[in-house]
């Protein structure tokens, strides 16, 4: 069975700063996908990013990007010029190709302005 | 595209009644409908997988007498969480998908339910 791990609870960042929230899993499978969602406090889930396995290029979406280690397997998110807005809880996930997901047990994000 | 409606998005209701959460799937077929439970400040734990035409699958603790799933067609699968009791009271979240692994998962917007 696939498992996500965010080791990180809760993190904080200023305003206009950086962050990065980490991610491991641990698959036997060659081929799966995996995301990023953010959850604010209105609780709607909200995809962030995606990377496929399969691509050797991290994906990047304006602010955020990712640093995906697939050897270390390792799926990291980097916030750049952290808004208010950003301020959510932040699920990994990791997909099958058929589609199930699993997901980490979360980060929490604080913007300090 | 890829829209995911759930209602109601709050009920409070007395212990002992039926509630029933519906999750439709507006603008795509969804082969497969997840059914999550999040409580507050806690990531989604999955309760079951509804695929369209058959029997859901549950996770293990989950009791399938208390959660009854139907997914009478592609674009509708519906919980029912029979006799409620306030330790049923949580956060309900519907996902569909296309079983491509490729594609995230698409959310509703959740249901509130508190049993009192």
């Known amino acids: 069975a696939q498992t996500v791990t965010q080791s990180q609870p809760e993190m904080s960042v200023q305003e206009a700063e950086t962050v990065t929230l980490s991610c491991t899993y641990d698959t036997s499978e060659s081929d799966y996908y995996l995301f990023w969602y953010k959850q604010p406090p209105s609780r709607q889930m909200i995809l962030v990013i995606r990377?496929?396995?399969?691509?050797?290029q991290n994906a990047t979406e304006n602010r955020f990007s990712v640093n995906f280690q697939k050897a270390a397997k390792s799926f990291s998110l980097k916030i750049s010029d952290s808004q208010l807005g950003d301020a959510a809880m932040y699920f990994c996930?990791?997909?099958?190709?058929?589609?199930?997901?699993?997901f980490g047990d979360g980060t929490t994000l604080t913007v300090k302005p | 595209g890829a829209v995911v409606s759930q209602h109601p998005s709050w009920v409070i209701c007395k212990s002992g009644t039926s509630v029933k959460i519906e999750c439709r799937s507006l603008d795509f077929q969804a082969t497969t409908m997840f059914w999550y439970r999040q409580f507050p400040k806690q990531s989604l734990m999955l309760m079951a997988t509804s695929n369209e035409g058959s029997k859901a699958t549950y996770e293990q603790g989950v009791e399938k007498d208390k959660f009854l799933i139907n997914h009478a067609s592609l674009t509708l699968s519906t919980l029912t969480v029979t006799s409620a009791h306030p330790e049923d009271s949580s956060f309900y979240i519907c996902?569909?998908?296309?079983?491509?692994?490729?594609?995230?998962?698409?959310f509703g917007d959740g249901t509130r339910l508190s049993i009192l």
């Open positions: 996930a990791y997909n099958t190709n058929a589609g199930k997901s699993t």
């Open positions: 996902s569909a998908s296309r079983d491509r692994g490729f594609e995230p998962q698409h």
């Open positions: 990377q496929e396995a399969y691509k050797q």
